[in-house]
């Protein structure tokens, strides 16, 4: 996730990275290939409007095929960087990982965003937040790349998680200026400073099973189901809680390790003196 790849470099004069296709490096073109497919998905929706000349937004059926795509691609970037850990990557991991995300989590939801401005009276605005989206996404995973690789948190919003907020914005389909003040939200979260967990053990399980959910709301919703609306919009509600409250999370936390930290120190002296 975010470049989260383990790979075979070696620094210095070591030997020469590996540049075969490793394991791990099949589920990041599966990330690269689905972001491609979501986008032309929504291409060929759009250009099936064109000759009978029908206005409004795509239909469910279309969007939602692209949604679900674009979070199989996020399941392969869960686990790319996984199975390269557990199994050993190639020397193009990182760079490839990089790039498959600029495909999926960067150009795929920019998309969305200009899919989403052909139906607004004042699209040019809307235009500028899919650029932001975009090129917060190329910044953010350039700084990625020089972060150590020991961190335990993202310094931003992960992309994936961004590009599934503003898809989420889309789908809802909000007032122009609303929606648009939430994406560009969204992509000043993912080149901000606020710090987010790396997905680890349970938390890699947990994000899993939120995709799993994701896709049987989206079916749900794509064949009109009876819940289907409640469903999406308890989804997008559940994304945006987690995408606010995790950060002020991480703070706590830190602050009480510190204040525990401090306490014991304290003691130490005390007991010592």
Same mark, same amino acid.
């Given at each position: ?9 070696? +620094?210095? @004069?070591?030997?020469? %990275?590996?540049? &075969?296709?490793? /394991? $791990?490096?099949?589920?990041? #073109?599966?990330? =690269? ?17 064109? +000759?009978? @000349?029908?206005?409004? %937004?795509?239909? &469910?059926?279309? /969007? $939602?095929?692209?949604?679900? #795509?674009?979070? =199989? ?19 193009? @991991? ?180």
């Amino acid at each position: 996730m975010d470049g989260d790849h383990g790979s075979a470099d070696s +620094p210095g @004069g070591g030997p020469q %990275p590996q540049t &075969r296709l490793a /394991l $791990a490096d099949y589920f990041t #073109l599966g990330n =690269a290939l689905c972001g491609f497919m979501a986008v032309w998905q929504l291409a060929s929706a759009q250009l099936s409007q064109l +000759p009978p @000349g029908i206005e409004g %937004p795509l239909q &469910r059926g279309h /969007l $939602a095929t692209a949604v679900i #795509l674009l979070l =199989a691609a996020a399941v392969c970037d869960l686990f790319d960087g996984r199975v390269a850990r557990k199994l050993g990557g190639s020397g193009m @991991g990182a760079e490839l990982d990089n790039l498959a995300d600029v495909i999926s989590f960067g150009f795929a939801p920019a998309f969305f965003v200009v899919a989403w401005a052909t139906t607004l009276p004042r699209g040019a605005l809307a235009m500028v937040a899919a650029a932001a989206v975009l090129l917060a996404v190329v910044v953010r995973l350039a700084r990625f790349s020089c972060q150590p690789p020991c961190a335990r948190y993202f310094t931003g919003l992960p992309s994936p998680f961004g590009a599934m907020a503003v898809i989420t914005v889309v789908l809802l389909d909000p007032p122009a200026y609303l929606g648009i003040a939430a994406i560009l939200t969204v992509a000043w979260l993912m080149v901000s400073r606020v710090e987010y967990p790396k997905p680890r053990g349970r938390l890699a399980i947990a994000i899993l099973v939120w995709i799993v959910g994701s896709v049987g709301c989206l079916t749900a919703w794509a064949i009109d189901a009876p819940a289907g609306e409640a469903l999406l919009y308890s989804g997008s509600s559940l994304l945006f809680v987690l995408i606010l409250t995790i950060p002020g999370y991480v703070l706590v936390t830190r602050r009480q390790a510190r204040d525990e930290t401090e306490d014991n120190v304290a003691w130490s002296a005390v007991r010592e003196s």
